[in-house]
């Protein structure tokens, strides 16, 4: 994913997104922003929002699965709990963020230079 940015021509953007648009999608962004040195504060307030966006399709969702008699509260709005988990889960086992993406996402630091340099404006 961080390759693909990477490659983008200028003034193009990458569209990344999963079923609900929240956990994977949410997990995906939060290593996007950690790479771009985005303040972990901010990051989680950038996830915290999908619940306001997603309200109105939630709600849908919530309805319709009670027309199929489950349990509309499977449908989750996204939590802090979920991304501390993964962040304590990465700085448990690499430390931090930044040595996740550098060891198992096998991204460099000229890359993340790069990737700093095209993302970021001053």
């Known amino acids: 994913m961080i ?4 490659e983008l021509p200028e003034n193009k953007s990458l569209l990344f997104h999963c079923a609900q648009g929240k956990d994977r999608t949410g997990l995906a962004a939060m290593l996007i922003l950690s790479a ?3 303040d972990e504060n901010i990051i989680m307030s950038d996830y915290l929002l999908t619940n306001e966006f997603n309200a109105a ?4 969702e919530r309805e ?6 489950q349990d509309p509260d499977e449908l989750e709005y ?14 448990l086992n690499y430390g931090s ?6 060891r ?3 991204i460099n630091d000229k890359q993340i230079n790069l990737l700093r340099e095209k993302f970021l404006t001053r």
């Open 3 to 6: 390759e693909y940015l990477l």
């Open 36 to 38: 771009l040195n985005v």
């Open 57 to 60: 399709k939630i709600a849908r």
């Open 64 to 69: 319709f699965v009670k027309t199929l008699s």
């Open 78 to 91: 996204v939590s802090p709990e979920l991304m501390n988990n993964a962040l304590n889960y990465i700085k």
């Open 97 to 102: 963020v930044m040595n996740y993406i550098t």
């Open 104 to 106: 198992e996402l096998e």
